[in-house]
Nanobody, 124 residues
Framework: QVQLVESGGGLVQAGGSLRLSCAAS????????LAWFRRAPEKEREFVAA????????AYADSVKGRFTISRGNAKNTVFLQMNTLKPEDTAVYYC?????????????????WGQGTQVTVSS
């Protein structure tokens, strides 16, 4: 059973930084893309960032571009989200996701495995 486990969430003041981590419990497939999504209270889940197997292809939501950086660990089964200059509107539960192939996608329905989520709260 594949599990994606997120960590690194917490409470931070506006302008601060957090680093989220996600680790897959087992090797999922030969190569696969990983992504971060988030769901704010009373809002739909939205795309944040995605990265391919090599780490050479990334995508970001416009709302986080220039502030967040997605990266892949040397072990490839880990993904990080460095979040800088955080804003109260970044408050949400952040989810890690993996998909069967290596195509970076912004669509949540493209992803096959999901973590349980980690709460990020940004105070003003």
């Amino acid at each position: 059973q594949v599990q994606l486990v997120e960590s690194g969430g917490g409470l931070v003041q506006a302008g601060g930084s957090l680093r989220l981590s996600c680790a897959a419990s087992a090797r999922i497939f030969s190569s696969y893309a990983l992504a971060w999504f988030r769901r704010a209270p009373e809002k739909e889940r939205e795309f944040v960032a995605a990265i391919d197997w090599s780490g050479g292809n990334t995508a970001y939501a416009d709302s986080v571009k220039g502030r967040f950086t997605i990266s892949r660990g040397n072990a490839k089964n880990t993904v990080f989200l460095q979040m800088n200059t955080l804003k109260p509107e970044d408050t949400a539960v952040y989810y890690c996701a993996a998909k069967y192939d290596d195509d970076v996608s912004r669509l949540d329905r493209s992803y096959n495995y999901w973590g349980q989520g980690t709460q990020v709260t940004v105070s003003s």
